[in-house]
């Protein structure tokens, strides 16, 4: 079984669109994280909830919005697309005051 | 957030021993040493963490020198499975944070 799962695990779309992603776990965590990596691989925290409360919000555009309807689940929906945003989208989660984060396997998003 | 000095990429040949260097001169004392590794198109994976003394899992040690200014990870016998880029992260306790730099790209020779 999967511990922490993405879909969709490609998205192609066009620029000004709307699109989520979204991510569940199974691993019992009551945080969960999505992270950002760019075209250089650079990996960025973007945001953090813990029980469906936002803890982290790393001054990412009001375009983003993170969704948690439970601890298990946690989707981010993006407005607006703009070529930058194109990158891999992982999301990961833990217990909180846990050493570990597990990271799922990523989401490709391509803005043409 | 404090930071981190990691080589841009070392290679190592198969069932040989990998020692992969971090610099961390302005750790603080309640930063622990965090190691994820990120294998080609997948996401980041935890190797091991540590504070102050050396550290043994089934992946990987992790030594930390006793100024804790630096750590090495070791790889005890490479495998192919082992080609990754290494992550050396500095995490304050009580952070949700992690903050990559660069990391390490190990390439491993058959």
């Known amino acids: 079984d999967t511990a922490v799962s993405q879909t969709p695990k490609y998205l192609v779309t066009q620029m000004g669109n709307d699109k989520s992603i979204k991510c569940e776990q199974n691993?019992?965590?009551?945080?969960m994280y999505w992270y950002k990596q760019d075209s250089k691989k650079f990996l960025k925290i973007m945001f953090s909830y813990n029980n469906k409360e936002l803890i982290i919000n790393e001054t990412v555009p009001n375009r983003f919005s993170p969704k948690s309807p439970d601890k298990a689940h946690l989707n981010l929906h993006i407005n607006s697309l703009e070529l930058g945003d194109s990158a891999v989208y992982f999301c990961?989660?833990?217990?909180?005051?846990?050493?570990?984060?597990?990271f799922g396997p990523g989401t490709r998003l391509t803005v043409l | 957030d404090a930071k981190t000095t990691q080589p841009n990429s070392m290679e190592s040949n198969e069932e040989e021993p990998v020692h992969l260097p971090c610099n961390h001169s302005t750790i603080s004392g309640t930063d622990y040493i965090h190691w994820y590794r990120q294998l080609p198109s997948q996401g980041p994976e935890y190797v091991i963490h540590g504070l102050t003394s050396n550290v043994n899992n089934r992946m990987a040690s992790l030594a930390i020198a006793e100024d804790r200014k630096s750590s090495t990870l070791i790889l005890h016998r490479a495998t192919l499975r082992d080609a990754a880029v290494y992550y050396c992260i500095l995490r304050s306790g009580g952070s949700e944070k992690l903050v990559f730099g660069k990391g390490t790209k190990l390439t491993v020779n058959p």
């Open positions: 691993l019992g965590h009551d945080t």
């Open positions: 990961a989660s833990s217990q909180r005051g846990a050493d570990t984060q597990y």
